[in-house]
Every structure is written in structure tokens, then in C-alpha cells.
């Protein structure tokens, strides 16, 4: 784990070789098909055979939550156990991960479809800036770890209060903060420069791919007010699209907000999990390798393929 373009997938693929390994994504917004240039998705060629899980299992237009998160990878869990394979989940959406490792209780039963349909009203006549200030007022905490584009999340946070008069953020703090697996928690992290590099460096190849087209099929289908679309790379194109904005503001703000995530990440999983760091932008890539080896094997008593 760790934060957008600091390497995951590459070590990933050479773990996975190394541990008979299947990769699931831990990426909240890969579970989308046809956003592939915008959430950097692995592409076919790079997956080098090894299987990935929970990419490309959701339509753009339907929402998606950290509950179905935990039952799919749960369920991905116990298949590639049960084959005597490793499982290794690869990603940055902190919550999705510590959710599946904690085996977090959710009541989703507790909804109030009425007051949810008023809020989803304010959004539309006030914008989602009033919603955000509603949620602030009554539990700041999760106001302050929930994007105010996420829009689906703050109606979510508000809906529980208003259902059982409890904080969200004092519902996860009552959650199981035990793992129920034995897991090696592998956090990479670099150079803020040279992350910050890297990330402009990644959009820019974004555009070169086709980032415009992809997002402009999304907004030529006539796709708005759902999840998928207040993905970062997405969200700056519709706002080029709907004219607000120049193509090169687009492309700026993409970059300032995918920098700005990356700043998140690292502060949630230094403050949420028990994550053993590596510097990824020290030593060759071949010997950060043979580190982070040692600390799996020592951590869960795995030994190499014997052709490795």
C-alpha cells in the first residue's frame, strides 16, 4: 500500500511471482469498467499472468461502498487461500483495505431513504459545499476525512446521524481493531519531490494515452451524479467539458489534486495501520526487492518459489 504513483504495481507483479501470488486491487474506483487510463488500471501485458480480482466488476453508473468492498475481497480471500495461493491486496484506499483486514461491522440497514432523497435535493439547488457544512457541524472528524466531492459518502455520514444519533466517526472507532488475518502490512513511500514528480509525470502520459477521450465517452453517455465520476482524472475533464474550465486548467488541477490525495493516503495508513515502510527511492529496485522479501518471510513464515 501506499500513496498513487510510488510503484505498487510493479513490486507487486514480482511478489506475486515470487509468493504464488493473486493480486487483488484495493482500489476503490478500478472496480470500474472502461476508467482505465484515469485510475492508472494494470494493463493486460503487465499482469505478466498473474490473476487480479476486483477490476472491472462494476458499471460507471452503479455506486459502490466499503461493505461490498469486504464481502468481495472476503470471498476472493478464502478462493485463493483454498488453492495455496498467496493472497496480496495492492492499493490506496486505506478505509476499503482496513476494512477487510478488521472485518469492520456495517449497518447498512440503518437508512432513511426520505431524508437522504432531501439531502440529495440540497445538492442539487445548493451545491454539495452546503452538505459538507452540514456534516462539519455535527461531526467534524468525518467531515475532515471526507472529500466534499464525494458526495455519496457525506449523505451516507448524515444518514447514519440522523438514523441513530451516533457520529460515523465513532462507529468505526467502536470497530474490531484486531486483524483476523495474519497479514504483512508493506507501505511504500518516497521523496515528496520526487512523488510529487512522479505524479505530474504520470498525468502528463494520462493525456498522451487518451485521458480526454475515455472521460469524454463517460460525459457523452450521458453520465452525472454518480460515484464513479468523482473519481480524481474525472471529475477535472467534466468540468473542461461542461466549459468551466481550459483543457491546461484541467490538467493542472488533476495534478494538484492527485498530489493532494497522495498527502492523504500516507497520512491515513501512518495513522490508521501498523504499516512497515520502505523508501522506494533508495538502492535499486532489485534490492528493495530482496528487503521487503525478508520481512514477509520473516513475518509469515513464506518461503520463495523454488524457481526463483
Known amino acids: 500500500m501506499g500513496p498513487t504513483a510510488v510503484g505498487k504495481t510493479k513490486l507487486s507483479i514480482e511478489l ?10 484495493g482500489d ?22 498473474i490473476p487480479h480480482h476486483l477490476i472491472d466488476v462494476k458499471d460507471p453508473s452503479e455506486s459502490f461502498n466499503v461493505a461490498q468492498f469486504q464481502e468481495l ?44 432523497k432531501t439531502l440529495e435535493a440540497i445538492v442539487e439547488k445548493q451545491g454539495i459545499e452546503e452538505v459538507h457544512h452540514m ?25 447514519i446521524y440522523h438514523c441513530t444519533g451516533e457520529k460515523m ?16 502490512l508493506i507501505g511504500l513511500t518516497m521523496n515528496r519531490d520526487t512523488l510529487y514528480e512522479r505524479i505530474n509525470l504520470r498525468v502528463d502520459m494520462m493525456f498522451d494515452e487518451g485521458l480526454v477521450s475515455e472521460v469524454k465517452r463517460l460525459y457523452d453517455a450521458g453520465l452525472r ?32 489534486n492527485s498530489r493532494r490525495y497522495a498527502k492523504r493516503q500516507l497520512t491515513w495508513f501512518r495513522n490508521k495501520m501498523n504499516v512497515t515502510w520502505f523508501e522506494m527511492d533508495d538502492n535499486t529496485f ?14 509469515l513464515t513464506l518461503k520463495a518459489n523454488s524457481t526463483l
Not at 495492492?90 to 449497518?107: D, H, K, P, R
Not at 461531526?139 to 464525494?150: F, L, V
Not at 466517526?169 to 504483512?184: C, F, I, M, T
Not at 480524481?232 to 495534478?255: C, R
Request: hydrophobic share 35%; glycine share 6%.
Open 286 to 299: 532489485e534490492k528493495k526487492i530482496e528487503q521487503i522479501s525478508a520481512f514477509i518471510e520473516g513475518k
Open 73 to 116: 475481497v472476503t470471498v476472493c480471500i478464502e478462493d485463493i487461500t483454498s488453492r495455496g495461493k498467496l493472497p496480496i491486496i495492492v492499493g490506496g484506499t486505506g478505509l476499503y483495505i482496513e476494512a477487510v483486514l478488521q472485518q469492520y461491522s456495517f449497518s447498512e440497514s440503518v437508512s432513511d431513504e426520505e431524508y437522504r
Open 225 to 256: 451524479d454518480c460515484q464513479s465520476i468523482q473519481a480524481i482524472g474525472y471529475k477535472e475533464l467534466y468540468e473542461y467539458f461542461d466549459g468551466t474550465v481550459s483543457l491546461e486548467e484541467a490538467k493542472d488541477n488533476l495534478k494538484q
Open 28 to 49: 476503490s474506483m478500478q472496480v470500474y469498467r472502461g476508467m482505465d487510463i484515469g485510475t492508472a488500471k494494470i494493463k493486460r501485458e503487465e499482469m505478466e499472468g
Open 135 to 159: 456534516l462539519a457541524a455535527i461531526d467534524a472528524e468525518s467531515a475532515e476525512r471526507i472529500h466534499p466531492n464525494n458526495v455519496r459518502r457525506v449523505i451516507r455520514a448524515l444518514e
Open 16 to 25: 506475486a511471482k515470487k509468493y504464488n501470488g493473486d493480486i487483488i486491487s
Open 169 to 184: 466517526s465513532d462507529q468505526l472507532k467502536k470497530q474490531n481493531k484486531e486483524y483476523v488475518y495474519d497479514v504483512a
